[in-house]
Protein backbone atom coordinates (compact mmCIF):
# COMPACT_ATOMS: atom_id res chain seq x y z
CA UNK A 1 0.00 0.00 0.00
CA UNK A 2 2.62 2.43 0.94
CA UNK A 3 4.78 1.56 -1.98
CA UNK A 4 1.86 2.53 -4.31
CA UNK A 5 1.51 6.01 -2.69
CA UNK A 6 5.37 6.40 -3.53
CA UNK A 7 4.86 5.47 -6.98
CA UNK A 8 2.26 7.28 -7.53
CA UNK A 9 3.96 10.71 -5.67
CA UNK A 10 6.93 9.55 -8.04
CA UNK A 11 5.07 9.21 -11.08
CA UNK A 12 3.34 12.86 -10.67
CA UNK A 13 7.20 14.44 -10.80
CA UNK A 14 8.47 12.27 -13.75
CA UNK A 15 10.77 14.10 -16.35
CA UNK A 16 8.79 16.30 -18.40
CA UNK A 17 5.96 16.69 -15.57
CA UNK A 18 4.46 20.24 -15.84
CA UNK A 19 4.86 21.56 -12.20
CA UNK A 20 2.94 24.76 -10.58
CA UNK A 21 3.55 26.53 -7.20
CA UNK A 22 0.83 28.42 -5.17
CA UNK A 23 1.83 31.07 -2.77
CA UNK A 24 -1.49 31.75 -1.34
CA UNK A 25 -2.11 31.93 2.35
CA UNK A 26 -6.31 31.29 2.29
CA UNK A 27 -7.01 27.10 2.47
CA UNK A 28 -10.19 27.24 0.52
CA UNK A 29 -8.49 29.43 -2.50
CA UNK A 30 -5.33 27.16 -2.14
CA UNK A 31 -8.27 24.46 -3.02
CA UNK A 32 -9.58 25.44 -6.02
CA UNK A 33 -6.25 26.60 -7.58
CA UNK A 34 -4.01 23.82 -6.46
CA UNK A 35 -8.04 22.03 -7.92
CA UNK A 36 -7.64 23.46 -11.29
CA UNK A 37 -4.25 23.21 -12.35
CA UNK A 38 -4.63 19.52 -11.36
CA UNK A 39 -7.06 19.21 -14.22
CA UNK A 40 -4.93 21.04 -16.05
CA UNK A 41 -2.62 18.14 -15.84
CA UNK A 42 -0.07 19.79 -13.51
CA UNK A 43 1.68 18.66 -10.17
CA UNK A 44 1.26 20.98 -7.44
CA UNK A 45 3.43 22.27 -4.65
CA UNK A 46 2.32 24.75 -2.28
CA UNK A 47 4.25 27.29 -0.40
CA UNK A 48 3.01 27.66 3.35
CA UNK A 49 5.19 30.84 3.74
CA UNK A 50 7.78 33.08 1.88
CA UNK A 51 10.74 31.50 3.49
CA UNK A 52 9.43 27.88 1.43
CA UNK A 53 8.57 29.33 -1.38
CA UNK A 54 12.04 31.49 -2.00
CA UNK A 55 13.65 28.07 -1.05
CA UNK A 56 11.28 26.01 -3.33
CA UNK A 57 11.82 28.40 -6.36
CA UNK A 58 15.53 28.35 -5.92
CA UNK A 59 15.87 24.43 -5.87
CA UNK A 60 13.23 23.54 -8.52
CA UNK A 61 12.09 24.77 -11.89
CA UNK A 62 8.27 25.29 -12.17
CA UNK A 63 6.11 25.94 -15.30
CA UNK A 64 3.29 27.63 -12.95
CA UNK A 65 3.82 29.92 -10.55
CA UNK A 66 0.57 31.66 -8.48
CA UNK A 67 0.85 34.59 -5.99
CA UNK A 68 -1.59 36.15 -3.98
CA UNK A 69 -1.10 39.68 -3.30
CA UNK A 70 -1.11 39.06 0.02
CA UNK A 71 0.84 36.01 0.31
CA UNK A 72 2.91 35.77 3.68
CA UNK A 73 0.77 38.40 5.04
CA UNK A 74 2.00 41.15 2.96
CA UNK A 75 0.03 44.07 1.24
CA UNK A 76 -0.16 44.20 -1.90
CA UNK A 77 2.44 46.74 -2.43
CA UNK A 78 4.45 45.19 0.07
CA UNK A 79 4.78 41.77 -1.41
CA UNK A 80 8.41 40.14 -0.82
CA UNK A 81 7.93 37.15 -2.72
CA UNK A 82 6.51 38.93 -5.74
CA UNK A 83 9.24 41.74 -5.87
CA UNK A 84 11.81 38.93 -5.63
CA UNK A 85 9.44 37.15 -9.05
CA UNK A 86 9.86 40.97 -10.35
CA UNK A 87 13.77 41.17 -10.40
CA UNK A 88 14.42 37.87 -11.13
CA UNK A 89 16.24 37.63 -14.79
CA UNK A 90 14.57 37.73 -18.01
CA UNK A 91 15.83 34.24 -18.90
CA UNK A 92 14.25 33.17 -15.69
CA UNK A 93 11.01 34.63 -16.16
CA UNK A 94 10.32 33.55 -19.85
CA UNK A 95 10.34 29.98 -18.77
CA UNK A 96 8.07 29.99 -16.04
CA UNK A 97 4.03 31.54 -16.02
CA UNK A 98 3.34 33.78 -13.02
CA UNK A 99 0.11 34.50 -12.18
CA UNK A 100 -0.89 36.88 -9.75
CA UNK A 101 -4.39 36.92 -7.48
CA UNK A 102 -5.72 40.22 -5.88
CA UNK A 103 -8.61 41.96 -4.82
CA UNK A 104 -7.62 45.08 -6.63
CA UNK A 105 -6.94 43.46 -10.00
CA UNK A 106 -9.33 43.26 -13.62
CA UNK A 107 -9.21 39.85 -14.58
CA UNK A 108 -6.71 39.35 -17.54
CA UNK A 109 -6.04 42.59 -18.05
CA UNK A 110 -2.73 42.93 -19.58
CA UNK A 111 -1.74 46.64 -18.46
CA UNK A 112 -2.27 45.81 -15.16
CA UNK A 113 -0.15 42.38 -15.77
CA UNK A 114 2.45 44.43 -17.29
CA UNK A 115 3.14 46.76 -14.88
CA UNK A 116 3.27 44.09 -11.68
CA UNK A 117 5.36 41.88 -14.04
CA UNK A 118 3.13 38.65 -13.97
CA UNK A 119 1.62 37.31 -17.28
CA UNK A 120 -1.49 37.30 -16.04
CA UNK A 121 -3.79 38.98 -12.72
CA UNK A 122 -6.88 37.38 -11.42
CA UNK A 123 -9.83 38.86 -9.39
CA UNK A 124 -10.05 37.34 -6.33
CA UNK A 125 -14.09 37.06 -7.24
CA UNK A 126 -13.26 35.06 -10.23
CA UNK A 127 -11.34 32.20 -8.17
CA UNK A 128 -13.63 29.99 -9.17
CA UNK A 129 -13.46 30.11 -12.52
CA UNK A 130 -9.10 30.10 -12.16
CA UNK A 131 -8.82 27.18 -14.27
CA UNK A 132 -10.48 28.24 -17.22
CA UNK A 133 -8.46 31.57 -16.85
CA UNK A 134 -5.45 30.25 -15.96
CA UNK A 135 -5.91 27.75 -19.00
CA UNK A 136 -6.32 30.47 -21.60
CA UNK A 137 -3.32 32.58 -20.24
CA UNK A 138 -0.74 29.49 -20.22
CA UNK A 139 -1.99 28.81 -23.79
CA UNK A 140 -1.69 32.29 -25.00
CA UNK A 141 1.76 32.45 -23.23
CA UNK A 142 3.27 29.19 -24.57
CA UNK A 143 1.91 31.02 -28.16
CA UNK A 144 3.57 33.53 -27.82
CA UNK A 145 6.81 32.68 -26.33
CA UNK A 146 6.50 28.99 -29.12
CA UNK A 147 9.04 30.78 -31.57
CA UNK A 148 11.42 32.07 -28.85
CA UNK A 149 11.29 28.48 -27.31
CA UNK A 150 12.04 26.72 -30.35
CA UNK A 151 15.33 28.70 -31.45
CA UNK A 152 16.57 28.59 -27.47
CA UNK A 153 16.06 24.65 -27.56
CA UNK A 154 17.90 24.47 -30.89
CA UNK A 155 21.00 26.45 -29.57
CA UNK A 156 20.96 24.51 -26.43
CA UNK A 157 20.31 27.39 -24.28
CA UNK A 158 16.95 25.39 -22.79
Known sequence: ???????DILKEYDEGAKTALICEDNQDAQKTISAGLRELKYAVDIAPNADEAFDKLKFNHYDVVVISESFAGSTPDNNEFLSHVQKMPMSARRTTFFALFGKN???MDNMQAFEKSVHVVVNQSDLANSRAILKKAIAANDQFYKVYRESMAKIGKM
Open 105 to 107: FTT
Open 1 to 7: MAEEKID
